[in-house]
Structures are given as C-alpha cells and as structure tokens.
C-alpha cells in the first residue's frame, strides 16, 4: 500500500491551525477545507489526460483534459463532509457518493447506518475522504464497502494518520493509496490520535 505524505509548507502551517485548541469552528472547518484543496493537487496527480483541440483568441491549440469519466469523492459521514466542497471547488464535475459510519463506543467497530453510491461506481477514481486515521477500523469499512459495490480504483485522503490505522489499510486493503499530512505516534485508551487535534467531526460541526 502506498503511503504518501503530504508535507508542503503550507498543510504543515494549517495543520498547526488545526491542532490548536483554541481554534474555533468557523476557522476550523475552513482551514480543513484549504488542506483539503491543497491534497487534492497531490491525491490527482496521475490522473489520466487526453488531448484535444480548442480555439484560442488568437489561434488554435492543442491542450490535455481529464479523460474518461471523472472521479467520484466519497466522505464518510460525517466528518468526511468536512472535506468534500473543496474537492468539488477543482473537480465540479465529479460525483458524491456517502458512506455513514460509526464507531461503536463499546467495541470502537465501525457500524454501518447509510450508503448510497454512484452505479459505474467501478468505472470511476474514487477519493475516498476521513479526515482522521486512528484504528483504522472505518476508513477499512469504508474501502471494503465501496469495493463490494464494485470500486476497482480506491485513494483514501487523511489529515492525519497513525501507525494503527496504517498497519490497518495496509493489512485489509494493500491496493489502497493512502494520503496524509502527518503521522502521530499513537492512540490514547479512547483511541484518539495523540497528539492529534480532538474529534474531527466534533470540531467541524461545533457539536463538543
């Protein structure tokens, strides 16, 4: 499973933003938007390109465009919402799909409750968007879920991850390509990410 770190100046400053406590929910899920955006360069830069002709103001040209049918983004709900209007700010014509999943706070198992996707789902890139990578135990479920509806090409884009949850990918869903901004050492008894930044779905919605 490839694992790629995304560590341009700019996430790493936003990053920072986002771990801050005192970081409110206005500021917060704009900054998750703006690392969003910023991944997405990284997350589509083998995207496949065809050329084409176009007329400029001046005189004909040759330029590439995205070929095929574009990728489908897949958050999963709810903090993966956080994520999802930047990704279509640069890819307006891609589709959504929605995967709804919690995590049990007896067993941390991830409990599925929604799913609706795109039928030539397995004829499209999915991006698949959870802005934290603890356990591993959704984002794994979530990858599994849009396989059985057929996805052959999967990328899975985190702010942060931990060793956990990559062992987690790497162990159910080796073809996976994952994405993240940084790596902490570990999880707490709750199976937070430590040091992490909280809840993302918490503080994306002002909902703690």
Do not use: W
């Not at 100046?9 to 929910?25: A, E, F, S």
């Not at 995590?103 to 499209?124: F, H, M, N, Q, S």
């Not at 509806?149 to 080796?174: N, T, W, Y």
Request: proline share 9%.
């Amino acid at each position: 499973m490839p694992i790629t770190i995304i560590d341009h100046p700019l996430i790493q400053h936003k990053l920072t933003i986002l771990r801050d406590r005192d970081t409110g929910v206005k500021e917060f899920r704009k900054v998750v938007g703006e690392i969003a955006m910023l991944m997405c360069y990284e997350t589509t830069r083998d995207l496949p390109l065809e050329e084409v002709g176009v007329e400029t103001p001046v005189a004909p040209a040759r330029g590439r465009i995205i070929a095929g049918k574009k990728p489908v983004i897949v958050p999963v709900m709810r903090a993966g919402l956080g994520m999802v209007n930047a990704l279509l700010r640069l890819i307006p014509a891609a589709k959504v799909a929605h995967i709804g999943l919690y995590r049990d706070p007896g067993t941390l198992l991830p409990v599925e409750y929604y799913c609706k996707v795109p039928p030539d789902i397995a004829e499209r890139d999915c991006i698949l968007l959870d802005p934290m990578l603890a356990t591993g135990g959704t984002a794994s479920a979530a990858a599994q879920v849009l396989k059985n509806f057929g996805a052959r090409s999967i990328r899975l884009l985190c702010i942060l991850g931990s060793p956990p949850g990559l062992d987690k990918m790497q162990s159910d869903h080796p073809d996976v390509n994952v994405y993240v901004c940084a790596i902490d050492p570990e999880l707490d008894e709750n199976a937070y990410i430590v040091p992490g930044l909280g809840d993302a779905g918490d503080r994306i919605f002002g909902t703690r």
